[in-house]
């Protein structure tokens, strides 16, 4: 079976979608996966996280997606492995900020970078490939859903704004199925933050369950917990900073409940010609 390539979406920031990219992927690995962390965000967090600080970066998503670029690198050469075995980066740096107004003018070319340059290198050489996204719904955000098989939406339990994000990003996944990627599905709605010691989480999500089927769902709750915190202060992840906290236990579960849940989409897809 090729890699999978999923995309962790939500137009409101602060929801947690790096957290959930570099912690879902380390988990992965430790279940035997090899696994691609794509940093689409100019706050480049996730390179931050992923890869040492003398770590080359001097090919990275700004050399790959420059649309004035006469030569971009191939794509194997923008990828670096992280600190961790079984994981490599496709590192981000500020100034692909600046690249947003030069992939308009090129459009709509410019959308389907991502999927013509990265998606079947990244299906041949992973088992998972996992895009973390800015808070946005904007030309990269549009790259990653074109170049992508699944999306996890991210939703904060401790905020009731994740809502407006959460129903952005489904209604961009229809419009990207319809235009250009009918294969992308919805994969599941992601709970994080949770402290059901507080009346707005449980709120939250009694709202979400009021709203969403169960197989829309992860089972898995995120909990909120310092842990993660003082993990991203140190620039880890919870595995490396805190490994047998409550924090790094629902990771290792939410890995185990993400395979199967691929496993069954997968399964009920039409068979492929071999």
């Known amino acids: 079976m090729p890699g999978i390539i999923i ?11 790096t957290t959930i990219s570099c912690n879902l992927g380390v988990a992965l690995t430790r279940l035997d996966k090899r696994v691609l962390v794509i940093d689409l965000d100019s706050q480049c967090n996730a390179t931050g996280i992923l890869l040492s600080n003398n770590t080359m970066t001097r090919n990275t998503l700004y050399e790959l997606t420059d ?7 191939p794509v194997e050469n923008c990828i670096h492995l992280s600190k961790y075995k079984g994981l490599y980066c496709l590192p981000n740096v ?9 992939l308009i003018s ?10 013509n340059k990265v998606r079947d290198w990244a299906k041949k050489h ?29 939703n ?12 952005k990003a489904l209604e961009l996944i229809s419009s990207i199925r319809a235009s250009g990627n009918p294969d992308l599905k919805f994969l599941r709605l992601l709970i994080n933050r949770v402290d059901l010691r507080t009346s707005i989480s449980r709120v939250i999500i009694h ?22 915190q003082e ?12 490994s047998t906290t409550r924090a790094a236990k629902a990771y290792r579960q939410l890995a185990k409940e993400f395979l199967s849940v691929c496993a069954d989409f997968t399964d009920s897809s039409p068979k492929r010609n071999k």
């Open 231 to 242: 993990a991203e202060y140190a620039r880890e992840t919870v595995f490396r900073h805190h």
């Open 7 to 17: 995309s962790v979406v939500n137009n409101k920031g602060g929801v947690g979608k």
């Open 94 to 102: 500020e100034e692909t900020s600046g690249l947003e107004m030069d």
């Open 207 to 228: 709202d979400i369950t009021e709203r969403f089927s169960k197989s829309q769902i992860f089972n898995t709750l995120i909990p909120a917990n310092t842990a993660f």
């Open 106 to 115: 090129h459009y709509p070319a410019s959308l389907m970078i991502l999927r």
């Open 126 to 154: 992973f088992h998972f490939t996992i895009i973390d996204n800015p808070p946005n719904m904007g030309v990269f955000v549009a790259n990653s859903l074109y170049a992508s098989d699944f999306v996890i939406v991210p």
């Open 156 to 167: 904060d339990a401790g905020s009731a704004y994740s809502f407006d994000g959460l129903r």
């Open 67 to 73: 649309p004035n670029k006469a030569n971009p690198p």
